[in-house]
């Protein structure tokens, strides 16, 4: 395979426009990227796109080689509909961002710049086409941890790119693709992330990675699935060796949450806990951390079911909670504490979960009271007291192909959900105090009723509400 593969700058120069044109960014994000190499060599810098970008771009053009799509047709690349892009600056990342908008502003059209001078980066976010597109620029550094799973002490005095790339994860995110003129779009690849592309391997750098950064044990697993490569041999080794000496204890909670809300937003989010646990993952996290077929099951029905991408604004924190209901949903009360405590949720997140769990089982057992063409106030009655999580929850992790007692309850719950909820009067406190009827629980009362026949259909307009409680209410207090 290593023999059959070539890819030089200019057929890299042939792919990058396809792919800023994929994107929605057209050629004006492949002249960016020439811009931003051509003012780092006005001034003696060298700038290279590192990581992520560069091993998709390599993906890609394999997967557009007929020789080799079918090796590689698994791999999902450019997740994103916007690009995120690294660029490794060998000097001061600093001066070539202050540089591009001040001097020369017709060219970068940038929306913010924000600086972080204790690690040499920039994060530079242009519009391009219309379109946001971010871009992390950082000094090359060497990096040092004084325990497992402790952030990175930082050293930023002129590194050289092997140098820098060594602090990295993984071989196949090392590679760095030049943006100066004079060497543009060539390869540099000094830890053999080519090779481990082409042989379909995740490895990493040095024997101490994972104890360096525990969390790498997660990525290596998201690589892992999402290209469909393997763990080498040797990474799941070390790997071991670090989970069998305790590294994760050094993590926080909120740092490993977030490695599992990545997997909570892949297409199929039970096959990287799957392997987690095969791995001793979540054990290392929590004694009492698994991922049993319960959870499994769950997990698939809520990954499948397109109601998923109906959440509108707050879709991802709200199936954030909803995934993390059905990772802890098998663990009894005492047990859910601690785990949430390990994983550091708030208490408004661990509330919430809570919530659900507990509003599952009494859902269950109202299955056998919603029959076929229920009326919608009677849906309301039943339903106004849940969470909306809880009923998404119990929505989502069902299949809908099997019909079984509970088919009319989630019928009722879509129904509600999508439209009864929002059902209300069209009077207001206000207008029932002008009928005569000014007495605080009464007017309550009142539009309680109102809202019930309007759900049903029995009052349509204002006037007909004003005429209900004028035949029903007048002259009562």
Not at 186 to 196: R, Y
Not at 300 to 323: T, V, W
Not at 393 to 420: C, F, M, P, Q
Request: with cysteine; proline share 2%; net charge positive.
């Amino acid at each position: 395979m290593k023999g059959k593969f070539k890819i030089n700058k200019d057929k890299i120069g042939r792919l990058l426009p396809e792919i800023f044109e994929s994107r929605g960014y057209g050629k004006e994000g492949f002249n960016l990227i020439k811009n931003i190499g051509a003012l780092a060599s006005s001034i003696d810098l060298k700038a290279f796109i590192i990581g992520g970008f560069v091993r998709d771009v390599l993906l890609y053009s394999l997967l557009k080689d007929k020789k080799t799509f079918q090796r590689y047709k698994k791999a999902k690349i450019f997740l994103k509909n916007e690009l995120d892009l690294d660029v490794i600056v060998l000097g001061s990342a600093h001066r070539l961002t202050s540089l591009l908008s001040k001097d020369h502003p017709g060219i970068f059209k940038i929306e913010r710049i924000k600086l972080h001078k204790d690690f040499g980066t920039s994060s530079v976010v242009f519009s391009v086409n219309g379109k946001p597109l971010k871009i992390d620029f950082a000094s090359s550094r060497t990096e040092s941890y004084r325990s497992h799973g402790a952030l990175p002490s930082v050293n930023i005095n002129g590194s050289t790119l092997s140098e820098d790339v060594v602090r990295r994860d993984f071989t196949i995110n090392t590679i760095a693709l030049s943006l100066n003129p004079e060497d543009l779009f060539s390869l540099k690849d000094t830890a053999g992330g080519i090779s481990d592309i082409l042989d379909k391997k995740i490895s990493i750098l040095h024997d101490l990675s994972f104890n360096d950064d525990p969390t790498r044990i997660f990525r290596a697993v998201r690589f892992e699935q999402r290209l469909g490569f393997r763990i080498s041999g040797k990474t799941l080794s070390v790997m071991k060796e670090a989970l069998n000496g305790n590294s994760m204890d050094g993590v926080s909670g909120k740092r490993i949450v977030s490695e599992f809300d990545h997997f909570f937003n892949e297409n199929s989010p039970w096959i990287f806990f799957e392997r987690l646990k095969k791995l001793g993952a979540l054990k290392s996290v929590h004694q009492c951390l698994s991922f049993e077929g319960i959870n499994k099951e769950a997990f698939k029905n809520i990954s499948m079911n397109s109601i998923r991408y109906s959440f509108g604004k707050k879709g991802s924190q709200k199936l954030f909670i909803i995934f993390m209901a059905a990772l802890l949903c098998s663990l009894p009360p005492a047990l859910f504490d601690d785990v949430s405590k390990r994983l550091g949720l708030d208490s408004r997140v661990k509330g919430r979960i809570y919530l659900i769990n507990r509003e599952i089982s009494d859902l269950e057992g109202l299955s056998m009271n919603f029959v076929k063409n229920m009326k919608g106030s009677e849906i309301y009655k039943i339903l106004k007291k849940f969470s909306d999580e809880g009923l998404i929850y119990y929505v989502l992790r069902e299949k809908w192909d099997k019909i079984n007692k509970g088919i009319y309850l989630r019928e009722g719950i879509l129904d509600y959900l999508a439209k009864i909820r929002f059902v209300k009067p069209s009077l207001t406190g206000d207008d029932l105090k002008k009928a005569g009827i000014t007495e605080g629980k009464l007017c309550g009362q009142v539009l309680g009723e109102l809202k019930l026949l309007k759900i049903d259909g029995m009052l349509r307009t204002k006037t007909d509400e004003l005429s209900y409680v004028l035949q029903n209410y007048g002259n009562k207090e």
